[in-house]
């Protein structure tokens, strides 16, 4: 059973970029579609982002074309996501979640990006 | 993006009560339709896929239904453990929208 492993927390400036990774623990990541959702503080589960195939380009919720950026590395069974232009409206928990089949099932842990001067 | 609207956004309830949360999508989704249950600090949880399959392991006290732009999500005979914040979710698009939630509280 596929387990995705996020990175940890982090703390960036106003203006600034964030990177998070999320690697598949127990399967290859070729065999799921891969999503972002993130999650403010006292808010909703937000879809940002995903990848149909490890091979394929990204779609992006209308809200953040321009500025978020996903991709995955297929040997190492490692997804990305870099957020640009960060503002305090950032700050939030990120999540990869795998899915097959329509199935959204294989949560990450998640990432607490705090965005502060 | 398809939008999806989630009613109501909370939902005061009692152990034994039955509960119920509609969905509705901006446009046709067919049944691609999933339900999560999330609790303070984790992640989501898949209950429902595909609009009514119940997700193996999950209680069949959780149901999903509908198609197309409306569906409905019932909790019945509510346990202590299902006081939660319920998000619906579109697969159809090639986005993924998610529903503002529903808290269902004591």
């Known amino acids: 059973q596929v387990q995705p492993v996020q990175s940890g927390a982090q703390v960036k400036k106003p203006g600034s970029s964030v990177k998070v990774s999320c690697k598949a623990s127990g399967a290859s990541l070729s065999h799921y579609n891969i999503n972002w959702v993130r999650q403010a503080p006292g808010l909703g589960l937000e879809w940002m982002g995903g990848?149909?195939?490890?091979?394929?380009?990204?779609n992006y919720a209308q809200k953040f074309q321009g500025r978020l950026l996903i991709n995955a590395d297929e040997s190492t069974s490692t997804a990305y996501m870099e957020l640009r232009s960060l503002g305090s409206e950032d700050t939030a928990v990120y999540y990869c979640?795998?899915?097959?089949?329509?199935?959204?099932?294989?949560w990450g842990q998640g990432t607490l990006v705090t965005v502060s001067s | 993006d398809i939008q999806m609207t989630q009613s109501p956004s909370s939902l005061p309830a009692s152990v034994g009560d039955r509960v119920i949360i509609t969905c509705r999508a901006s446009?046709?989704?067919?049944?691609?339709l999933n339900w999560y249950q999330q609790k303070p600090g984790k992640a989501p949880n898949l209950l429902i896929y595909g609009a009514s399959t119940l997700q193996s392991g999950v209680p069949s006290r959780f149901r999903g239904s509908g198609f197309g732009t409306d569906f409905i999500f019932t909790v019945s005979n509510l346990q202590p453990e299902d006081f939660a914040t319920y998000y619906c979710?579109?697969?159809?698009?090639?986005?993924?929208?998610f529903g503002q939630g529903t808290r269902v509280e004591i």
């Open positions: 979640a795998l899915e097959y089949g329509g199935k959204v099932d294989f």
């Open positions: 979710q579109e697969t159809f698009s090639g986005s993924r929208t």
């Open positions: 990848i149909v195939h490890i091979s394929s380009p990204a």
């Open positions: 446009q046709s989704i067919s049944s691609s």
